[in-house]
């Protein structure tokens, strides 16, 4: 069984995000309790048909076909307005995907993380919906204004939007060094942290929700699990080489 954790994003769109749990993976790809993991990332040395399989068990879970992005740690947006065809992968390279309706569906759109934050997005009727790979550079570069940007430009009111920022590493695991905090939070401040143990430290949830709000939009949620803390999740900082879990929208 996919273990689904929810995210509000309204009346309109569902938002979930999967765990290690209910796939098919071994070895270090594995669910924490040793049984098939649910790895989603066709990236990190997995076996693809494993990979492919995982997805097909997403898919069949939310009961449409999920469109999946080449994640690159930049501010592009890629728009779709219907399912992947058979043999697409990818929709390319972005870190955004923004779908709309077309007809009587909005295609489901994902992002895949192992630390990194998992923003989905949607209008209040489900119309519009995002999903946003934000990451150290990405926060930085822009990736979330950008993604606001094009929902606003195809007739979405940013301050109508949900949010829902998913399993990502926090501010109190998220070591790096001084430079590189200062450089951050001279771009966001804060996103400016200290680990449990006193070294600097990055918290891009705080960083991402605090551009949401400056952008205008009021309903933001922020789930506290940390990837790095909560073994149901992939994480890189805690394991290095592992798998990649998804945040998912899709219509109500």
Sequence with gaps: MLELVSGDLGPGARGVFTTRAGGVSGGRYAARDGDGGLNLGP???????????????LDRALGQRVTWMSQVHGARVVTVTAPPAAEAV??????????????????A???MVADCVPLLLATPDGAQVAAVHVGRQGMVGGVVAAALAELGA???????????????????????PGEMREDVASAVPEACAETSWGTPALDLPAGVAAQLRAAGVRRVQRLDLCTAEDERFYSYRRDGRTGRLAGVVHPA
């Design 43 to 57: 990236h990190v040395g997995d076996d693809d048909e494993s990979v492919t399989a995982n997805r097909a068990l």
């Design 90 to 107: 990818t929709a390319g390279e972005c870190d955004a995907l923004v779908a709309l309706r077309n007809g009587p569906t909005t295609p």
């Design 154 to 176: 195809r007739g979405a009111v940013v301050e109508d939007l949900y949010a829902s920022l998913g399993p990502s590493i926090c501010g109190r695991c998220y070591e790096v």
């Design 109 to 111: 759109v994902a992002v």
